[in-house]
């Protein structure tokens, strides 16, 4: 058996009736063709250089007064009176040196360990939609057991790196405090790298001490070895308020990661021009990154992207489409100028896990792997423009994924994958069903869907005609049922509630 034929066996499970579902292995995924050049050379340094004359000229306001002392200290132009604050290129190229261009987050199970930056690429459950879906129990609000079963589907599939933050919002939960049970949810759960809140510093620094709650480690070990990130959505154009500040500093304070994102929507929150919209997401990325290291010089930080475009008959926000798609290429070329990890997100605006829903994501996840992303935040779940979590979009989105992982798998060419040995016993008009070349091979040779039906018509429509949505409704079920909560030592489990009983005491009606 050669070396490839059992790195195949090792990766696939064998579809038999009342058998587990296929699923690819854990792996660290690697992307090993070279990135999609869309944009020259020329074009890229025309963008850097408006987004500079963004950051000189037209500045950033920043709702919070202790972000604002850091920009003074440092030497940028600060207006108090507008909170306006104007960097210059000088400042920018200087901070951007101590950046990371890769860096390892490490959850409660090392083995799960999620590497950021270089040629990894990373995919996430779906997160923030306060509505959750699936064909059997309809559209509903977001609500804790929801929450608790799609994170149990994403720690159930291997192709899912990472937790999204609440990837559904359980709003039966006071507002204030639902972070710490979700938290928790995601600890004893999963044993899975996740994302946290970091509207303010509160649910931020909930997020690290739990963490290293349930690593055994002091803050300070933690901010040596990050375990959570965080994504810091910039209010676009050229906002970030308070909140979303103080977050941001925290997670660089305590050395955890943090991927700045503006959502910069062609037509509405930046110019509808593609290079409008670039510059401005390259100015407001740069200045957000400048803030973590401004807080803590290394601090792990990824240059993250969304941006797309609105309908412009009704300003309703569209994903999935060829500008997304282009954005999201040319976004990686943007990040590799600069030496640092890209975050990146598949989208689609269907309100169904329907045919729009999967090529709308499949053209922008291509953008995702062409570009180069690092980690592919939203990968699975999202649909009605993220309000909603589906359960049958998880089973396609993962599907879809699966397909990139294989695809990203390189081509083998060696002795046994030639085949001449058997193209020199089958005649010629023969085939290769009965050589031993393939009955060696059959059960491993291709990727193994688990969601594709292959049936002729005849024998699908007699099974029941089931469509791809339907038949996704029978995977998450299945699932949830092999589902097998990854051990915790009773004790972590016991500081872990301790943690969360008090802080909720502490926190009362107030913020956290």
């Not at 970091?198 to 709650?213: C, K, N, S, W, Y």
Request: charged share 20%; glycine share 8%; hydrophobic share 40%.
């Amino acid at each position: 058996m050669t070396a490839s034929r059992s790195r195949r066996s090792a990766d696939r499970a064998h579809s038999r009736a009342g058998a587990a579902i296929p699923q690819l292995s854990a792996k660290n995924v690697r992307n090993p063709y070279p990135p999609m050049q869309l944009l020259s050379v020329d074009q890229i340094e025309a963008i850097h250089e408006a987004s500079m004359r963004i950051l000189e000229n037209f500045g950033i306001e920043v709702m919070s007064s202790r972000a604002l002392a850091l920009f003074e200290q440092a030497g940028a132009s600060v207006d108090h009176a507008t909170q306006t604050v104007r960097l210059d290129r000088g400042l920018v190229a200087e901070k951007l040196q101590t950046t990371r261009p890769t860096y390892t987050l490490t959850p409660r199970n090392p083995a799960q360990a999620v590497h950021i930056g270089g040629d990894t690429i990373n995919f996430t459950l779906v997160a923030g939609p306060p509505n959750v879906h699936d064909c059997e129990r309809g559209r509903r609000a977001g609500n804790y057991g929801d929450y608790c079963e799609l994170v149990r589907l994403a720690q159930h599939f291997n192709c899912i790196t990472m937790l999204g933050n609440q990837v559904c919002a359980p709003v039966e939960l006071p507002a204030n405090s639902r972070h710490l049970d979700t938290y928790l949810a995601n600890l004893t759960l999963t044993d899975k790298a996740f994302h946290v809140s970091a509207i303010g510093r509160g649910r931020a620094l909930d997020g690290i001490e739990m963490m290293a709650i349930s690593r055994g480690l002091t803050l300070e070990q933690l901010a040596d070895d990050s375990g959570v990130t965080t994504i810091i959505s910039v209010n676009s154009p050229r906002r970030f308020d308070e909140m979303m500040a103080e977050g941001l500093m925290t997670m660089a304070e305590f050395g955890q990661s943090v991927a700045v994102t503006p959502f910069t929507l062609m037509g509405a929150m930046s110019p509808v021009t593609l290079a409008g919209a670039l510059a401005q997401q390259n100015a407001e990325a740069l200045f957000g990154i400048v803030l973590t290291q401004l807080v803590r010089p290394g601090a792990p930080v990824m240059y993250g992207a969304f941006t797309s475009n609105v309908d412009m008959r009704s300003g309703a926000p569209a994903f999935g489409t060829p500008e997304n798609t282009k954005a999201n290429i040319a976004s990686g070329q943007l990040a590799r100028r600069y030496n640092l990890p890209y975050r990146t997100t598949p989208g689609s605006a269907s309100n169904a896990a329907d045919a729009q829903g999967a090529y709308e994501t499949m053209m922008a996840l291509w953008g995702a792997v062409l570009g180069h992303g690092n980690l592919v935040y939203h990968a699975a779940g999202w649909q009605e423009g993220g309000l909603t979590a589906s359960f049958e979009k998880f089973i396609l989105d993962v599907e879809m994924i699966q397909h990139m992982i294989e695809f990203l798998r390189p081509i083998a060419v060696d002795e046994g994958e030639l085949a001449l040995d058997a193209l020199g016993r089958v005649p010629t008009g023969g085939h290769f069903f009965g050589d031993p070349h393939t009955l060696e091979r059959y059960s491993t040779a291709f990727y193994q869907p688990i969601v594709s039906n292959w049936q002729n018509y005849e024998a699908w429509a007699e099974a029941g005609g089931l469509d791809a949505t339907a038949r996704a409704t029978r995977v998450w079920k299945k699932a949830l049922e092999e589902y097998r909560q990854p051990a915790m030592d009773a004790s972590v489990r016991e500081a872990l509630e301790a943690y969360v009983a008090r802080r909720k005491e502490e926190i009362g009606d107030g913020e956290p």
